[in-house]
């Protein structure tokens, strides 16, 4: 890979060399137009255009594609510098990865840090509504290749730009499509009914641990393995109003294992930034707001765990258009308490209003690139040089121990599953080794074969982050005050997501281990404990052979297994007939639900509110899934001529009107599309339904279960539990299963669940009626102590011993309710099987 990569690159600068043109258009002068001007929006192709004419007549400037998108779009890096350190590419790359690393001495360390060139990237369009950023990327591009004036000059001598013009060029291709066809009509600032990136939309910057989406893993790949800069500059749109941008430092919690030196490095960018606005006369920027540094997972929080200095600004936005505020209109304070309208430590100069729209946004962006590019100019071997001493750091932290390493036993639960997590972590710059003997460790014996982590390593504390539990810190308002709730999610450990028994050792212990151990997928199995054994009973299905399950949920194959038992099976499965509920907005969870029916080559069919007026669901269909949303949401979905109770609508956001949604893309499915779903159930088919969505036949179909657990709001304040309040913002729990359900075939007796939310029920029907049609199990429960196993929980008591998973007859149908998201992101690898399971037995056949 990395071979061929160098040749890419070493072919491209030759033809670079020879090829060079005329002088480099400006922006204005290729596009037409300059972007950031009302009312105009540059796709992908277009911007890709404008870097290659840059490429073609600048020196400066390399242009490197480094990947394809989920819909095949070329994705590219643009190196900026000096002419000469462009020839030398790939020696400020090795530079750059042997500091990382720590390969070096400290003598070595030292010339090399002198040598070498600070890498600051910089990428543009992550979150593709966010229009702004990647509009900017060509005008970062045309004055980094084209200015003159001394700090430019300074910074092309000093400093390597990566600069990715568009990190998600099939979103903004479509958000693009979406804003042209509806510019000039009361639609105009509709949201795009569809998910802005395959599966993820929004949640694409939620990947950048677990490595779901191919333009995650690309771009981890630049990061993590070959160039490892020293600044990640992540850029989005979406600060509190009224601020117009939110820079460093982060709020609090921090997690302990980001080292220090990046977090004060993180600060000292962020006053660089601050510093940068104020000479400039540029108000309304904040900071120590919202975003915490605690979580790990998005783009600029993983690096972070990679001894990386992780940049996060939010600039204000108003899509492609503009519009004029007046202060008075303004919120008095922030959400955090802070005065809008008065100077403060973290918001020191207000702004007060008038014109704002993309090209002030675009402004106010290349203030913060510049500001950022000026710092890491002025010190780049001292960029470098921290680097190389925080993976000695952690080099020598692993050596001594508590913890050493973290082992997988060759005896796993799920052997797909834990490979699948090793790849993650290897993809990450993780080490993993493998044993090649029989060796002890901790007083046990383990078997040739295990998989090895030693904390000894330079990421040692992305390692442990993902490896152990998350206990997240209860910082309050004062002594009796709320908790301060997390940014994103409390808790990830990954081997708990994942299902996987890693053993913690904390003293050092000998072994011979392999340095580059054989990490493809395994090969699918028809062992019922491995997720991979979808992917050989759809092989199998496909290829036209009878695959059944037995009453304890051995897989049996004809052919293949015992004949007795093959035909002594308690079921007979068939190719799934499988609907995907998908409404008319961006639903994430719908598209993280398609993710996993791709990966394990489920077939289906996404299906729409009209088609809940055709009287032969069942004819088409034995099972429907909704993913989480609330029943008003797929009842109702977005009202013609409503604006809702989001911010934009209370006139505390930059939108600069109500928006009004194009009348084909409102709607539900209606009363009369509740009335079909049930009649489908009846009529033997299976409702499959997520965390909020069951709310939808708890309320309208009779199951005989009751709800504990009111619905929150954001306004709510955590609880002990004696409210009755129940609060998990993103936490693994524990729970007990089932496996003699179907829906739980191959699951262990006790695992973990990730909730965000959850639901929680009682059985509420008499056990001599609970039988035949109106038979209910609960085939998951809540844990009856020590619920919490990563993350925070608060009033855990209204939850411990109940159902968390419902299985239940209605008619000749069935109703299976998941009281949380059991495809979380993609990431709870330990309850896909269940999904899968309730899948295949809507169409299987009872023997």
């Known amino acids: 890979m990395m071979n061929s990569y160098m040749r890419k690159l070493s072919a491209l600068a030759c033809l670079w060399c020879v090829a060079l043109v005329a002088a480099p258009p400006s922006p204005k002068d290729h596009f037409g137009f300059s972007p950031g001007d009302d ?19 600048s020196d400066r400037i390399q242009l490197v594609p480094f990947g394809k998108s ?115 009509t009361p639609y105009e600032s509709a949201a795009m009914p569809r998910l802005y990136q395959k599966y993820a939309g929004h949640d694409n910057n939620r990947d950048w641990f677990m490595l779901n989406l191919v333009e995650t893993r690309h771009v981890t790949r630049l990061l993590f393995q070959e160039w490892f800069p020293q600044i990640v500059y992540n850029q989005h749109q979406a600060p509190p109003f009224p601020a117009r941008i939110f820079v460093p430092p982060y709020a609090e919690p921090l997690n302990p294992n980001i080292p220090a030196s990046v977090m004060e490095g993180i600060h000292l960018i962020g006053a660089a930034m601050k510093e940068r606005f104020a000479r400039e006369n540029k108000p309304g920027v904040l900071s120590y707001w919202g975003f915490d540094g605690w979580w790990n997972g998005g783009l600029r929080s993983v690096p972070a765990f990679h001894n990386m200095h992780g940049i996060l600004t939010e600039t204000a936005g108003t899509g492609p258009g503009s519009r004029t505020y007046r202060a008075s209109t303004f919120p008095e304070r922030f959400g955090n308490g802070i005065p809008t309208a008065e100077p403060s430590v973290f918001y020191q100069k207000p702004w007060t ?58 005896d796993q639960w799920d052997r797909y599953n834990t490979v699948e997590m090793l790849r993650r972590m290897q993809l990450a710059g993780v080490a993993v080794e493998r044993a090649r003997t029989e060796f002890s ?53 990954l081997r708990m997501m994942m299902g996987v028994q890693v053993d913690r050792i904390d003293e050092p212990f000998d072994a011979e281990l392999d340095s580059d151990p054989d990490l493809r997928p395994v090969t699918p199995s028809l062992d019922h404990r491995d997720n991979s054994s979808f992917l050989a009973t759809i092989d199998l299905l496909n290829q036209g052979a009878k ?15 015992n004949s007795d038992a093959f035909n002594n099976a308690a079921y007979e499965l068939a190719k799934p007939r499988l609907a995907l509920y998908e409404p008319h907005t961006a639903n994430m969870d719908t598209g993280w639900t398609q993710w996993v029916l791709d990966n394990f080559k489920v077939p289906y069919t996404v299906i729409h509110n009209q088609d809940f007026q055709n009287p032969k669901l069942r004819d088409r269909f034995d099972t429907i899934l909704f993913a989480a949303q609330t029943a008003s949401q797929i009842l109702h979905g977005t009202r013609q001529g409503e604006t809702g109770t989001s911010r934009r609508s209370q006139g505390t956001s930059d939108s600069d009107s ?16 509740v009335a079909a779903l049930d009649d489908f159930v009846r009529a033997g088919g299976t409702v499959i339904a997520f965390d909020t969505a069951t709310e939808l036949p708890v309320q309208f179909f009779p199951v005989p279960v009751t709800p504990r657990l009111r619905p929150r709001t954001e306004s709510d304040p955590p609880d002990d539990g004696s409210g009755g ?12 299963v089932d496996p003699t359900d179907p829906v739980a075939f191959g699951m262990p007796k006790e695992g973990y669940l990730f909730t965000s939310g959850g639901q929680a029920w009682d059985i509420s029907i008499l056990p001599a009626f609970n039988k035949d049609d109106r038979e209910v199990k609960a085939v998951v429960r809540y844990a009856t102590k020590e619920l919490l196993a990563s993350g925070w929980l608060s009033g855990e008591r209204q939850v411990t011993g109940k159902a968390a998973l419902i299985h239940a007859r209605l008619g ?22 269940m999904v899968l399971n309730a899948v295949y037995l809507g169409s299987a056949r009872r023997l």
Do not use: C
Not at 391 to 397: G, L, S
Not at 826 to 833: D, L, W
């Open 39 to 57: 009312n105009k929006l540059v796709d992908s192709t277009e911007l890709i255009a404008y870097f290659q004419k840059l490429a073609q007549s």
């Open 70 to 184: 989920a819909e095949g779009k070329t994705m590219y890096v643009a190196f900026i510098s000096d002419r000469a350190n462009l020839a030398q590419l790939d020696r400020y790359r090795q530079i750059s990865r042997t500091l990382a690393l720590g390969r070096a001495t400290q003598e070595e360390a030292r010339n090399l840090a002198t040598q070498g060139k600070a890498i600051v990237w910089i990428d543009s369009g992550l979150h593709a509504s966010e229009v702004a950023p990647a509009q900017h990327s060509s005008h970062l591009a045309y004055r980094m290749v084209t200015a003159e004036d001394e700090e430019t000059r300074r910074i092309r001598q000093n400093v390597i730009l990566m600069q990715i013009p568009v990190i998600n060029p099939d979103g903004l291709d479509w958000i693009a499509q979406w804003y042209r066809q509806n510019a000039g």
């Open 353 to 410: 209003g008038g014109r704002w729209g993309m090209r002030e946004a675009i402004d106010y962006m290349l203030t913060a690139d510049f500001a950022i590019l000026d710092l890491a100019a002025t010190r780049p071997s001292n960029f470098l040089h921290k680097a190389w001493e925080m993976a000695q750091a952690n080099i020598e932290a692993g050596k001594k121990g508590k913890p050493y390493a973290y082992l997988v036993p060759v």
């Open 441 to 493: 460790a901790n007083g046990k014996r383990y078997a040739a074969g295990t998989y090895v982590m030693r904390t000894a390593q330079p990421f040692r504390g992305y390692l442990v982050d993902l490896m152990e539990p998350q206990k997240y810190p209860e910082i309050k308002a004062g002594q009796t005050g709320p908790t301060k709730r997390p940014y994103d999610v409390a808790g990830w450990t």
């Open 547 to 561: 695959v059944r399950w037995a009453a304890d949920g051995t897989i049996l194959a004809e052919g293949r297994s």
């Open 658 to 673: 109500p928006p009004i949604q194009r009348p084909e893309f409102t709607g539900g499915i209606t009363i009369g599309g």
């Open 725 to 736: 309040g129940f609060y998990s913002p993103g936490s693994l729990l524990r729970m007990t």
């Open 812 to 833: 000749k149908g069935k109703v299976v309710l998941f009281g949380f998201r059991p495809q979380f992101r993609g990431q709870s690898f330990g309850t896909f099987k």
